[in-house]
């Protein structure tokens, strides 16, 4: 019964199948999201004898190379990829995890042993929750299923919340739910009569001659192993390097493939809709068929936060989630379930300004002491030469990350909590776990390293995730293959940006592909009107959730101070008040 409801909390995950399997005190659901075998594949799929039950979300690219190997032992029922993995499972136990390439959140139960086997892939494209107590193991994609448990409860975790306060996304493996937890990327987890947890992947950066031909073929490896699919695939075409890229490639390998965008009706068009203009330039270079969803007057934008909120399970302070859930919506109206996108080449090839503006700061720690002091009269002068020399002063480390990311420093965290909070060192310690691993000499490098880590994982990934879930459209992400990550991971940080050019690598190798409008651009991003959005139509409803009654967590004065200094255009405070948003839609979504 209580696996039913939870299944029933969550079916955009899974609108072409559903089932349950129960044995004892085992009770296993799944909602098939039908890409690949749409024949046959159900599950929860079992072992001929019984022993083993899977569950499982996700594509293994891979299948077919593992199905050569293990069919002569295990004969098979169906074409899927599941079944891969539990003949997989049955052979090489957890050493399959090695094996596997895509993207996966599974569990496996084994009716005799009386163990559940659990694992989410290595950079964290699939979610999985948990809640491991002496009485009960529970797991599902979403938390909100999780909450259909009636010994669940809801309480606000505080050690999340100053990570959110600090991130603007909560890293694993905690969530904002106290008691619930989010298994890390690249992990497994063993339940049984104990709890055993395993990291089994890492990036292993790999010795490679950087070049441009090199980055070519990984790249276009990496996209076509991805247009593995018994459905149609489309592609996220936002009119930047990354996703043109993606699109040019998989337009070259599927006639007639379809793209799609988003723009905006608030704000300025040069501003807001830029890459929307590129988007179309990229289609009409690459002939795909290319569609746009405009969020504009008609679309009920309160409402369609609020429903952003509730999908996402936690707060997520990233505005970019309505667009993407748009799109991804409009790919699922004219028939495409899947979608690549760009997501990675950021953080795998050094696409942001603040790589190049670190860079800087490893230079100026090299000026001698001396030198630093007779410039003393020119930092109090100028603001930017004066943040620079304030980063310099720290050790490269989690405080130095932190200046590239904190949208509450600890100070104001102080400031604006109206509770108890952890402990000063909490956030720092937190992100020095990542950002230490990397043995390298380069700060850049552990810079990448700790946003693939922990930016990618919890944040981009669940975004997009549960933005395209919610519209039943699985996203892939063909910068993320574990291979080109560790091939990009060992190419020299000072050759990804050759020239002092961001992403320059990446941007050389595929000179031929790109329009050179987009090519040439600086960088921008993909940025909602949300500051106009905060002034017009989601002032009303930002102004409840920011009032006195509604504030359980936050000193109102400090939260009215932030926002009507950002109305009134005193002070630019649109991510520290996209994080408060997000917070309290999501508090009145599952607390109250």
Not at 55 to 83: K, Q
Not at 292 to 303: C, F, T
């Amino acid at each position: 019964v209580l696996a039913g409801r939870m299944l029933d909390r969550m079916p955009h995950r899974g609108p072409d199948g559903r089932g349950v399997h129960t044995a004892g005190p085992l009770a296993l659901g799944h909602l098939r999201l039908s890409i690949i075998d749409l024949a046959t594949g159900a599950q929860p799929m079992s072992t001929p004898d019984g022993r083993f039950t899977i569950v499982f979300n996700g594509e293994i690219y891979n299948h077919r190379d593992l199905r050569r190997e293990l069919e002569p032992e295990y004969p098979y029922r169906t074409s899927s990829d599941t079944e891969s993995l539990l003949h997989g499972w049955r052979r090489w136990g957890p050493g399959m995890l090695d094996r596997l390439e895509g993207m996966f959140a599974f569990a496996i139960a084994d009716r005799v042993e009386g163990t559940v086997f659990c694992a989410r892939d290595r950079l964290g494209k699939k979610p999985f929750y948990y809640v491991d107590r002496p009485d009960v193991f529970i797991f599902a994609s979403e938390i909100k299923a999780i909450l259909e448990h009636p010994g669940i409860p809801r309480e606000v975790d505080p050690e999340a919340l100053e990570l959110f306060l600090a991130l603007g996304y909560v890293p694993a493996p905690w969530t904002m739910f106290r008691g619930i937890r989010k298994l890390p990327a690249g992990h497994w987890l063993r339940a049984g009569a104990k709890t055993e947890i395993r990291e089994y992947w890492d990036v292993r950066p790999e010795t490679v001659v950087p070049g441009e031909e090199a980055v070519r073929e990984r790249v276009r490896a990496a996209v076509k192993k991805r247009l593995i699919s018994d459905v149609p695939v489309g592609c996220y075409l936002s009119g930047g390097i990354d996703s043109t890229i993606v699109s040019g490639l998989a337009s070259a390998e599927i006639r007639g493939m379809r793209t799609f965008s988003a723009g905006f009706s608030e704000g300025p068009s040069e501003k807001f809709n830029a890459d929307l203009a590129l988007a179309r330039v990229a289609a009409k270079q690459f002939g795909t068929i290319h569609e746009e969803v405009l969020v504009d007057q008609a679309i009920d934008l309160p409402a369609l936060v609020r429903q952003v909120a509730w999908a996402l399970d936690e707060p997520l302070a990233n505005a970019a989630s309505i667009p993407t859930f748009l799109v991804a919506r409009l790919a699922r109206e004219r028939g495409v379930p899947v979608l690549l996108s760009g997501d990675g080449a950021d953080e795998l090839f050094a696409g942001y300004d603040r790589y190049l503006s670190d860079a800087l700061v490893s230079s100026y720690r090299r000026v001698p002491g001396w030198a630093r002091a007779m410039a003393s009269p020119l930092l109090r002068l100028n603001a930017n030469l004066g943040k620079l020399d304030r980063k310099a002063r720290l050790d490269p480390g989690p405080e130095r990350y932190l200046t590239w990311h904190e949208a509450f420093p600890r100070e104001m965290r102080a400031r604006l909590i109206a509770h108890d909070l952890p402990g000063p060192d909490f956030v720092r310690e937190v992100v020095r776990r990542v950002v230490d691993r990397p043995v390298t000499d380069c700060f850049q490098e552990r810079l990448l390293y700790g946003d693939l880590k922990l930016w990618i994982a919890e944040e981009s990934n669940m975004r997009m995730d549960k933005m395209s879930m919610l519209a039943s459209v699985e996203t892939r992400a063909p910068f993320l293959d574990h291979h080109l990550v560790e091939f990009a991971a060992g190419i020299p940080f000072a050759e990804k940006v050759r020239g002092r050019r961001y992403k320059a690598l990446l941007r050389d190798a595929f000179a031929d592909l790109l329009p050179a409008e987009i090519r040439t651009r600086s960088k921008w991003g993909f940025i909602p009107p949300a500051s106009e959005w905060l002034r017009g139509r989601l002032n009303p409803l930002a102004k409840e959730m920011f009032s006195p009654e509604k504030l359980r967590w936050f000193r109102h004065g400090t939260v009215s101070e932030l926002f009507d200094d950002h109305v009134a255009k005193r002070a630019y405070h649109l991510p520290r008040l996209w994080i408060l948003l997000a917070f309290q839609l999501w508090q009145e979504t599952y607390l109250s």
